[in-house]
């Protein structure tokens, strides 16, 4: 199975590592620059190689962390990455961060998106605040034409109020409700809006019955898998350390709910990575 590599179209993002795999996948979320992964990550490459995830998507929580993911993109060819502040990380907001995103997006081709953004009310009420730094950011998404990552938990009713304003307006940004969990109603909702919806952990497990019916009805070309490494680890892992070879659980698990075969999950949702993030998969 070939790589990923450049063509005219899709000229921001030239992947050029291949691997002697059947299955392509594509782990469209990922966060291996946590210090967990110091002390094991050539391992844990060999392991995501072997399982063929061709491409990584490695997502920014906040600008501290970008030069840490731009030398893991250095070193891991098939990686590219997101620049964001992540919603319960607004007091790294300042005057000054849309610019230091706008300039970091600017500087590296292999940034393909802006986030990890969105809006978390799960434990944090500061709605007013989290606000406050995701609208700039959807902002310069617009600007530099590039997709969103979006987080949102137990916030999808002031999330689709946002966006669909935006959208009046055009000015909601193309993008994926990442590691999703919510249920049907506010899918179709998110997908109305042009986003995809993209699969994490949670899909395996037993309860998330929501989720399962998601990842049933969710049309084909509109669906992406991910890990959310390190966290969110599949069956038989749950509880341990997730990393991006675990990302063909996620897209066998899929497989089973969609009664589809693996490899035609594992293709459908790399294309629409591909489509997405501006890769290029040649062979799939």
Known sequence: ??????????????????????????????????????????????????????????????????????????????????VGV???????????????????????????????????????????????????????????????????????????QLLRQRAASGACPRGVMHCWGGNIQEMEAFLELGLYISFSGVVTFPKAEATHACAQAVPADRYLVETDCPFLAPVPRRGKRNEPAYVAAVAERVAELRGEPLDQVAITSSRNAAALFGLTLHNV
């Open 86 to 160: 992540h919603p319960l990380d607004t007091e790294h907001w300042t005057a000054s961060t849309q610019q230091v995103l706008r300039e970091a997006a600017r500087a590296d081709s292999r940034v393909v998106a802006i986030g990890e953004l969105g809006l978390d009310l799960f434990r944090e009420q500061n709605l007013e605040a989290q606000l406050a730094v995701l609208e700039p950011q959807l902002d310069l998404a617009c600007d530099l034409d590039l997709p969103v990552i979006v987080h949102c938990r137990d916030a999808a009713e002031p999330m689709l």
């Open 1 to 82: 199975m070939s790589g990923l590599t450049n063509s005219a179209a899709s000229s921001r993002s030239v992947l050029s590592w291949s691997a002697p795999v059947s299955v392509p996948l594509v782990d469209s979320h990922c966060h291996i620059v946590f210090r967990n992964f110091d002390a094991d990550l050539d391992a844990v490459s060999q392991r995501w190689r072997e399982a063929g995830v061709q491409a990584l998507i490695h997502a920014c929580v906040e600008p501290s962390e970008i030069p840490a993911i731009r030398d893991l993109a250095d070193r891991f060819p098939e990686l590219r990455y997101s």
